[in-house]
């Protein structure tokens, strides 16, 4: 009799979720590297980026105008003289302006002693070596004081984000063209299936094509990890636990398919052979419900190298197309992030009115592939056509999933309902 794994239970949603959460809290990447500003992006920081200098350096003009004493202002319009004229990257040396005076200044340009203030040239009106001004401004408008951003030796960002547009503009800001990143975690890929065949094969009448394998190598490589593409794994138990092994060499293994209730669903099976521990074996959701979570045990009477000094954790995904890839961004993802060095966040979701109602059953949480469209602040959602989790294309005409409680059979055109955006 084949082995089973012994602490199989079903979650609900949040559990199964809250059980990820925990367990990824746990990870550790693999490493770090130095690496071109640009090369870093989508990495995880693995240092702490201090500002070099205050922020702004100087008191800065953010208009283009004159920079004055607020307090001459006060009977409009008033007439002050030009004393000077100073552009951004230009030093107000010996420059300093007395009541009754204004400079010229320009947007991003320092701010010359005695002004406290910059009054836009939309209201002003220039003739000879004077200036009318027209609207009064306060004390400190359009300057931003020198330090009010950040003061030199603050810490601008901490390890643990993630690299992106705006992480990209502060290390260039105070001057670091390389940075420390986590290592990408490397994440195996093994889709099963007597049925699929590779993307260069022809398939026969009755065969798939793999496209698990390439959406999962997608959306770990969306995640920050690197994906290692494994040959796809026949229902036959030895080849399946040679495969097993080889994609428990890294640092995370997703295994697609052979994990519903079938007779050659096999990966269960195998894996208990292996002496995996199961944390869980299944999820009250849908798509995704048989998802299994578990790991390998490291140490002398397990098939864990024992190079490796932590155990391997594993995710079969059930293999319909959809279901793979709403159980990865559910359940797979917060391992894969914790790896790559990110702390573990909560799944955000967002609202939106629904378009047209939706019928269903009570008992699982439903992800539903959907479409979120609308202009400004009038966002609707409406479900896609689909044939069930195995219908691609359908999934590919989506931007989001309509999240439904277990305890809805029915949701009327008009509602708020929770989305999960992709
Ligand atoms: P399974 O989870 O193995 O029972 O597979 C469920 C359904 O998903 C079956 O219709 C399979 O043919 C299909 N399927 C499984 N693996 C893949 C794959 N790698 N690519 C595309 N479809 C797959
Ligand atoms: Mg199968």
């Known amino acids: 009799m084949a082995a089973q794994p012994e602490q199989a239970s079903i979650l609900s949603f949040e559990e199964a979720r809250a059980v990820v959460e925990d367990h990824a809290s746990h990870l550790q990447p693999r490493g770090r590297e130095l690496l071109a500003v640009l090369d870093a992006q989508g990495r995880v920081l693995a240092e702490p980026i201090h500002a070099d200098r205050d922020f702004p350096p100087f008191p800065r003009a953010t208009r283009d105008g004159y920079a004055i004493r607020a307090s001459d202002l006060e009977n409009l319009p008033t007439d002050l003289q030009i004393v000077g004229e100073i552009k951004a990257g230009g030093t107000p040396t010996g420059l300093a302006v007395q009541s009754g005076q204004g400079v010229s200044i320009m947007t991003g ?6 002004a406290d203030a910059v009054v836009m040239l939309e209201h002003t009106k220039h003739a000879g070596d004077h200036v009318q001004v027209t609207r009064r401004v306060a004390a400190n408008e359009n300057i931003v004081a020198a330090g009010a951003e950040a003061k030199r030796g603050d810490k601008l960002l901490s390890p643990g984000v993630r690299i992106g547009y705006a992480e990209i503009a502060v290390a260039a800001s105070v001057g670091r063209p390389r940075l420390v990143a ?22 026969g009448p009755n065969q798939i094509r793999n496209s698990n394998t390439y959406s999962l190598a997608a959306q770990i490589q969306d995640a920050g990890g690197d994906p290692v593409l494994l040959p796809i794994a026949p229902d036959e138990p030895a080849r399946l636990r040679e495969l097993l092994l080889e994609g428990l060499e890294a640092d995370l293994l997703l295994i697609a398919g052979g994990v519903s209730m079938g007779k050659y ?6 894996l208990a052979e292996l002496k995996a521990e199961f944390v869980f074996t299944g999820a009250q ?7 299994v979570f578990g790991r390998m045990p490291c140490g002398a009477d397990t098939l864990v190298r024992e190079t490796d000094s932590v155990a391997k954790y594993f995710f079969g995904l059930p293999g319909n197309p ?12 917060p391992m894969l992030e914790a790896l790559a060095g990110m702390p573990p966040r909560k799944l955000v979701f967002t609202h939106a009115k629904l378009k047209s109602e939706i019928r269903t059953r009570i008992g699982l949480k439903r992800f539903l592939p959907a479409v979120l ?33 277990p305890d809805r059979e029915r949701i009327e055109t008009g509602e708020w309902v929770p989305v999960l955006l992709r």
């Open 265 to 270: 669903d096999l990966v269960e099976q195998v």
């Open 285 to 291: 959701i849908q798509p995704g419900k048989p998802v």
């Open 322 to 333: 959809v279901s793979t890839m709403v159980t990865f961004e559910l359940f797979a993802k």
């Open 109 to 114: 340009a320092p701010v010359p002693d005695g």
């Open 182 to 203: 986590y290592a990408k975690p490397r994440v195996a890929v093994l889709s099963t299936g007597d049925e699929i065949v590779d993307i260069d094969v022809p398939p």
């Open 373 to 405: 469209s609308g202009e400004f602040e009038r966002c609707e959602v409406e479900l896609v056509r689909w044939q069930g989790s195995g219908d691609i294309a359908s999934i590919a005409r989506s931007n989001c999933y309509v999240v439904i409680p």
